[in-house]
C-alpha cells in the first residue's frame, strides 16, 4: 500500500511495461495456473499498448476474480457472478474503454450464467476470460459446474454424478461472437488468443484450462504433452485453395464449432468461432441516440424537456 | 355555456332551468372495466383542472390481468388545495352490474348514482340515493355508431360530468383535441360526438343536478402554467432533469413506466436505459455507469428490490452513487401487485447484509416525486452513496397538475469527470469524501485504483486489519450522519405543540394534513408532521416531538409483532421517546382521512372527537340538503 507512491510514476506517454502493469503481489498458490494466464494479460497489453487510463480489469468472486488487484489499470472486484453486467455498463457507459473481466468456472457458469447468456446475445463490446479450473478453489473445494462426474470433492464425497457443462458449447450457444479455448500451460497460445479476443468488435470470450494445484491438481494432464497428453490446436482455414484447407477450421461456421465442441475430452484448442456479422449493442445504442438526436434536431437537454412539459399543459 | 359544436337538440343542451348550487368539492367515483378509458376521465379532468382554478386529486386501482376485470377510478376535484382523493363518493358512476354491486356502499347518503341502465338494474326505491339511469352504451351507439358500445363511453360520461358540474367546456373539447389529435380525424370526430350526447343529455332527466365550484378566494397563483403527469412520470422526469442519463432496469408493476419513459427519452438526451435480464443485472449495470462517472438509475418494486440487496451492499462498500426507486407494493412476496402499502420501508433502509447505511427518501405527491428525484441525485453525488427513492403504488399512478419547473434554474448538466486526478489521489479517503477517479481519468502517480467489496485500505487494496474494518465502517456511517446535519427541519403544520402531532410519510402526507385539519376544527390543538428523509431523520426530531402529549405515525403497513408499524418502530429507536403510537393498516388502499381521525381519536381523549366521528356527512350533491 504505501509502497505504492514509494515508486516513481512513469512518465507521461511511456510505453505499457510489465512493469507498469504490476500491482499487488497475487495471493494464488505457488504453481496455480493463474500466474501464467497474468503474465498472459501483461504482454497482451504490452502488445496492444492502449492508454493506460482506458484500460478496465473488473472481476466477480474467485481465486481467479482476484486478478484485478494484481493489474495497475481502473478496475474493480465486484459481486459474484454479476460482473458481466456491471462491464457492461463500463463497456456501455464509456465508448473509448477497453474492458476485460476475469473469472472461474463457478463465476462464470453457475452463479453468473444468467448473465453470461445475455451479455453475449447483446454482444456488449468487451472481453472475458474464465479461467475454468473444474473446482470451488477459493471455499476450499466444492463441486463446481465443469467438475467432471465422480471427481470428488467436499460437497460430492464419493464423485460428482451431476453432468458437468460443456464450456465451449454454451459459449456458443449464448451467441458469442467469439469464442476460444485456451490452456494456462500454453502461453504464446494464451497471448495470441487473448490479443484477438481483444481486437474483436463484440462480445469475445476466452476459456483457459487452469490448474488448481491446491484442490484438483492434474486435471488437465490430458492435454499437457511432456505429461503425457494430446495438444490439438484448431487448424483455422486460410482460404489459399490448397487442398489442405478444405479440411481446415472456418471459424465463422457455427455449425463447424459446434461439431469441434462435441470432440472428446481434451478436445482441440484454438478460435472455435469468430464472426463480424452481428452489430455490437454499443453501436445499435449510438444508432438509437443517433437516430432521436436526428428526430428532435438536436435540440439541447433544457428544450427537450421544455417541450415535454408543454405538452403535459 | 354551450357545446362548442353541438347542434340544437330538441330537450338537448338548453341553458339548465335552475341556478346551479355552489359546492366546494365532488369526489366522483368511476366504476368499469379496466379497458373502458375510465381512467382517460380521470386524465382530462385532471388536465383540465391544471389549467383552472380548481384542483384535482385522483385514485386509481387496476387489476394486475392484462384485460377485462373491475377497475375504478376515483376523481376528486375542487375549489383549493385537494390534498386527498377523498373517504365515500359523492357520485357513483356504475358501468355494469358488478360496478354498482361492489361501489354503491361507497356512496354518501345524499350521493347520486348516475348508472348504466343498459347493463344496470339498482335496488328499487333505495331513497338513500339520487338515481339517474343513463342508458350509457345506447346513447353513445347512438352518437358514433357501433363500435360506442365498447370505444367512447368514457367520452360521454365526460360530457355528461361537464354538463353536471358546469365545467369549461372549450378547454375540455381542446384537450380532446389535443389527446387524439395524433389519431385520425375521424377518432377526434368520434369523440367530440360523444361527449357533446353525453353534454346534451336531456336536462329534465338530470332532475336538477346542476352544480358550480365556489369561486376562488386567496388562492395565490404562481403565475406559472400547471403540467399534469403522474407519480411515476414526476420521478422519471426529476431524474431527467438531475442530469441522469444512464439507467438499467427490469419490468415489474407498478415500476415499469418509469423504465419505459426512461427507454424512450434517454436516447434523445444521448443517453442510454438497458432493459436487463433480471433485477441483479440492472442495478450491476446501473454501477457499472456510475463507475465511469455517471450517476445511473435502476428501480423496482418491492420482491425487486429484495433481488438487487446484495449489490446494494456493495454499493455501500464500493462507495459508488447510485439511485434505486422503489414502487412499493403490497406484499410479501407477489402480495397485492397493483395495491398501495408502505411496507418496505425497514428493506429500504436496513436490507442488505452487513452494516450498510444508505439514504431513503419519500415523495409526499407528485410535485415531490420530481423533486425528490432531484434531491436524490444531489446527495448521492454529494456523498457518493446509494440512495433509494421509496414511492408507492398510490403516487406512482395517480395524476395531479402542478407548477412547471423553472427548468432553467434547475437543470444539472450531466457528464463524467475524467479530469486527471494528483499524485496522492486516494479512492477511499477516511477523514474526507470519496471521489472516484473514473477508469479514463489519468492518476498522477500513476497507481490505478480499484473499487472493490472487499474491506480496504485507502487505496482500495484489500484488508484484513481489524483496525481498518472499523475506520471504514465508522466513515460509512458518518457520512451519512454528515449528510443528516444538513438537512432542513420537516414540513411541519398545524399547531406548534399541543395533545397530538401526527407523522406520516409518503403518499399519506394528504390524508394526514387533511386528517390534522379535522382534529384541530373539534378544538384539539394538534400538528402535522410530514417527513420526506426517511433515512437518515432530520435533525431537531426529538425536540419537536417533546412538544405534544403524543406522536402518532400512520402507515400503510402491518403493526407487526411489538405492535408499531415500520416507521413507529425506528422512531421509538431512535428516539426511545414513549409518547410514539402507530396507526398501520393493511387493505391494499390509501389511507381516507376519517381512518387517520379515528386513529388519532384512540390516543387524544376527547369527547367533541368522538361525537364528530360519528357524524355521517351527507354528500353536498343531495337534491335536498
Given at each position: 500500500m504505501s509502497t505504492a507512491l514509494a515508486t516513481p510514476p512513469p512518465a507521461p506517454g511511456a510505453p505499457l511495461t510489465k512493469k507498469i502493469l504490476t500491482a499487488d503481489h497475487p495471493t494464488w498458490c505457488p504453481g496455480c495456473g493463474d500466474f501464467a494466464v497474468l503474465a498472459s494479460f501483461y504482454r497482451v497489453l504490452e502488445k496492444l499498448q492502449y492508454p493506460h487510463e482506458k484500460i478496465v480489469t473488473f472481476a466477480g468472486i474467485g481465486c481467479s476474480s482476484r486478478f484485478p488487484y494484481f493489474v495497475n489499470t481502473h478496475g474493480g472486484h465486484y459481486i459474484h457472478g454479476r460482473a458481466l453486467p456491471f462491464a457492461a455498463g463500463i463497456s456501455l457507459g464509456n465508448e473509448d474503454l477497453h474492458v476485460f473481466v476475469f473469472g472461474g468456472d463457478g463465476d462464470g457458469f453457475s452463479i453468473g450464467g444468467n448473465h453470461l447468456v445475455h451479455t453475449a446475445r447483446k454482444n456488449v463490446n468487451l472481453t472475458y476470460v474464465i479461467m475454468d479450473n473444474?473446482?470451488?478453489?477459493?471455499?476450499?473445494?466444492q463441486t463446481s459446474p465443469t467438475s467432471p462426474i465422480g471427481f470428488k470433492t467436499k460437497t460430492d464425497p464419493t464423485g460428482a454424478i451431476d453432468q458437468p457443462i460443456n464450456p465451449m458449447r454454451t459459449l456458443l450457444n449464448t451467441g458469442a461472437t467469439f469464442v476460444a479455448r485456451s490452456h494456462a500451460t500454453q502461453v504464446n497460445h494464451m497471448v495470441e488468443m487473448m490479443t484477438r479476443a481483444a481486437k474483436h468488435q463484440g462480445f469475445s470470450v476466452v476459456e483457459i484450462l487452469s490448474e488448481c494445484v491446491e484442490f484438483y491438481a492434474g486435471a488437465f494432464d490430458s492435454s499437457i504433452p511432456r505429461k503425457g497428453g494430446t495438444w490439438t490446436l484448431i487448424q483455422e482455414k486460410k482460404n489459399d485453395g490448397t487442398p489442405e484447407d478444405a479440411a481446415r477450421h472456418d471459424v465463422t461456421d457455427e455449425v463447424a464449432a459446434f461439431k469441434l465442441a462435441g470432440q472428446a475430452w481434451p478436445g482441440s484448442f484454438g478460435v472455435f468461432y469468430e464472426s463480424n456479422a452481428r452489430k455490437t449493442k454499443n453501436v445499435l445504442e449510438a444508432e438509437l441516440v443517433a437516430k432521436a438526436r436526428e428526430r428532435t434536431k438536436n435540440a439541447t437537454d433544457l428544450q427537450l424537456l421544455q417541450s415535454t412539459f408543454s405538452k403535459m399543459r | 355555456m354551450v357545446s362548442p359544436n353541438t347542434p340544437e337538440t330538441p330537450g338537448g343542451a338548453a341553458a339548465p332551468s335552475a341556478a346551479p348550487r355552489s359546492i366546494h368539492d365532488v369526489v366522483i367515483r368511476l366504476a368499469g372495466n379496466?379497458?373502458?378509458?375510465i381512467q382517460s376521465i380521470g386524465g382530462f379532468l385532471a388536465r383540465l383542472a391544471g389549467r383552472t382554478d380548481q384542483d384535482v386529486m385522483t385514485y386509481m386501482t387496476i387489476p394486475?390481468?392484462?384485460?377485462g376485470g373491475p377497475s375504478i377510478f376515483q376523481v376528486r376535484m375542487g375549489t383549493g388545495d385537494i390534498l386527498s382523493a377523498g373517504d365515500r363518493a359523492d357520485m357513483l358512476v356504475a358501468f355494469y352490474q358488478h360496478s354498482y354491486d361492489a361501489h354503491i356502499g361507497s356512496l354518501r347518503p345524499g350521493g347520486v348514482l348516475l348508472y348504466d341502465s343498459d347493463h344496470v338494474k339498482p335496488v328499487e326505491g333505495d331513497h338513500r340515493f339520487t338515481q339517474v339511469s343513463v342508458p350509457i352504451t345506447s346513447g353513445t351507439v347512438e352518437a358514433v355508431g357501433g363500435a360506442g358500445k365498447d370505444k367512447g363511453k368514457n367520452i360521454y360520461i365526460l360530457g355528461l360530468i361537464a354538463r353536471i358540474f358546469d365545467l369549461d367546456v372549450t378547454k375540455l373539447a381542446t384537450l380532446i383535441k389535443e389527446r387524439f389529435g395524433g389519431k385520425s380525424e375521424d377518432v377526434v370526430r368520434n369523440a367530440m360526438l360523444a361527449f357533446d350526447a353525453g353534454f346534451a343529455w336531456p336536462q329534465n332527466n338530470l332532475r336538477d343536478l346542476f352544480y358550480r365550484f365556489e369561486a376562488v378566494d386567496g388562492v395565490v397563483s404562481s403565475g406559472r402554467p400547471q403540467i399534469t403527469l403522474d407519480g411515476n412520470s414526476a420521478i422519471a422526469y426529476g431524474l431527467l432533469a438531475a442530469g441522469v442519463r444512464h439507467g438499467a432496469g427490469y419490468p415489474i408493476t407498478p415500476w415499469s413506466s418509469i423504465m419505459e419513459i426512461l427507454r424512450t427519452e434517454l436516447p434523445k438526451y444521448g443517453g442510454i436505459f438497458v432493459q436487463c435480464e433480471d433485477e441483479i443485472a440492472s442495478i450491476s449495470t446501473a454501477l457499472g455507469f456510475s463507475y465511469t462517472g455517471q450517476l445511473a438509475i435502476t428501480g423496482s418494486s418491492g420482491p425487486g428490490l429484495s433481488l438487487k440487496m446484495e449489490a446494494l451492499g456493495w454499493a455501500t462498500m464500493a462507495e459508488m452513487p447510485l439511485i434505486v426507486v422503489n414502487v412499493q407494493r403490497g406484499g410479501p412476496s407477489t402480495g397485492m401487485p397493483t395495491n398501495v402499502e408502505q411496507s418496505d420501508l425497514l428493506q429500504a433502509i436496513y436490507g442488505s447484509h452487513g452494516d450498510a447505511p444508505r439514504v431513503v427518501l419519500s415523495p409526499k405527491n407528485v410535485e415531490d416525486c420530481f423533486y425528490t428525484a432531484m434531491e436524490a441525485c444531489r446527495i448521492a453525488r454529494e456523498y457518493s452513496t446509494p440512495v433509494i427513492i421509496l414511492t408507492d403504488q398510490a403516487v406512482s399512478t395517480r395524476i395531479e397538475a402542478f407548477d412547471e419547473p423553472d427548468l432553467p434554474s434547475i437543470m444539472v448538466k450531466p457528464g463524467a469527470d475524467l479530469s486527471p486526478r494528483p499524485a496522492d489521489f486516494k479512492p477511499y479517503p477516511v477523514n474526507a469524501l470519496t471521489r472516484h477517479a473514473p477508469p479514463g481519468s489519468v492518476v498522477g502517480s500513476g497507481k490505478y485504483p480499484t473499487v472493490t467489496g472487499l474491506e480496504h485500505d485507502e487505496l482500495g487494496h484489500p484488508t484484513g486489519s481489524s483496525k481498518l474494518h472499523t475506520q471504514m465502517t465508522a466513515k460509512r456511517r458518518d457520512k451519512i450522519k454528515q449528510l443528516a446535519a444538513t438537512l432542513p427541519a420537516p414540513e411541519l403544520s398545524g399547531d406548534s405543540g399541543g395533545e397530538a402531532l401526527l407523522v406520516t410519510w409518503g403518499s399519506n402526507w394528504g390524508p394526514g394534513r387533511e386528517a390534522i385539519a379535522r382534529v384541530r376544527k373539534v378544538g384539539i390543538k394538534a400538528g402535522h408532521l410530514h417527513l420526506r428523509h426517511i433515512n437518515p431523520f432530520p435533525p431537531g426530531l426529538a425536540a419537536t416531538f417533546a412538544r405534544y402529549h403524543k406522536v402518532i405515525v400512520a402507515e400503510i403497513n402491518d403493526e407487526g409483532l411489538y405492535g408499531y408499524g415500520q416507521l413507529a418502530m425506528m422512531l421509538r429507536a431512535a428516539y426511545a421517546n414513549p409518547a410514539i403510537e402507530s396507526i398501520t393498516k393493511t387493505d391494499g388502499l390509501t389511507f381516507k382521512v376519517s381512518e387517520i381521525v379515528s386513529g388519532i381519536s384512540k390516543h387524544v381523549e376527547s369527547q367533541a372527537l368522538d361525537a364528530s366521528l360519528g357524524v355521517s356527512r351527507r354528500s353536498p350533491l343531495a337534491v335536498q340538503p
Open positions: 473444474s473446482v470451488y478453489g477459493l471455499t476450499k473445494k | 379496466s379497458q373502458d378509458g394486475s390481468t392484462i384485460s
